[in-house]
């Protein structure tokens, strides 16, 4: 799984998957663990082999999701990992989770020496960016009830697996106009 999930970010020559691989730690974590928090500068990035990962922010009245992460889905703090600078994002496993960790140190250092495994880190990197733009223009110009069409559709799994206050949260509606618009879908 986790060769598949490395050459589909970016194809990279035998010799330099497999240091890529030698590099990686599997790591097993329980449900509602923190595995990244706000104000600290992350050392690390995660694939997820297995579970689910939600990050959030905090604001005076409540917690606010701004993305779930699944199986193959990449986890980490852009600004720690791209300023080394701490980040202003919390990220929940909601599972037990099973990952792949990377030490950022540890990437840099083969990005100097090894021109495939420096594109691969930018098109992780490109690759991530567009997710976030999409996620942002979908805030955006979609409706509530779009949105939520379009998680049942590439995302179904979340919707028996996560708290719905969580799901709201993401979709920028409340509890109630959740529950308003899955009954009108229904």
């Not at 999409?134 to 590439?154: G, H, I, P, W």
Request: net charge neutral.
């Amino acid at each position: 799984m986790l060769a598949d999930k490395i050459n589909a970010i970016y194809k990279l020559q035998s010799d330099e998957l497999n240091l890529l691989l030698n590099a990686a730690e599997r790591l097993d974590f329980p449900k509602n663990h923190l595995l990244i928090t706000t104000q600290r500068v992350e050392k690390y990035i995660y694939i997820i082999e297995k579970g689910i990962a939600r990050a959030y922010s905090n604001t005076e009245k409540q917690q606010l999701t701004f993305w779930f992460g699944l199986e193959g889905d990449v986890v980490f703090s852009f600004n720690s990992y791209i300023n080394e600078k701490p980040g202003y994002e919390n990220i929940e496993l909601l599972e037990d989770s099973k990952l792949w960790r990377f030490s950022h140190k540890v990437l840099q250092d083969l990005y100097t020496k090894h021109v495939g495994l420096a594109n691969w880190g930018r098109k992780l990197a490109e690759l991530e960016l567009v997710k976030t733009e999409e996620r942002y223009v979908n805030q955006m110009f979609k409706t509530a009830t779009e949105r939520y069409e379009d998680l049942m559709k590439t995302s179904p799994s979340l919707l028996n697996s996560v708290q719905l206050t969580y799901i709201a949260s993401y979709l920028g509606v409340t509890p109630v106009t959740l529950s308003r618009i899955r009954a009108e879908i229904k």
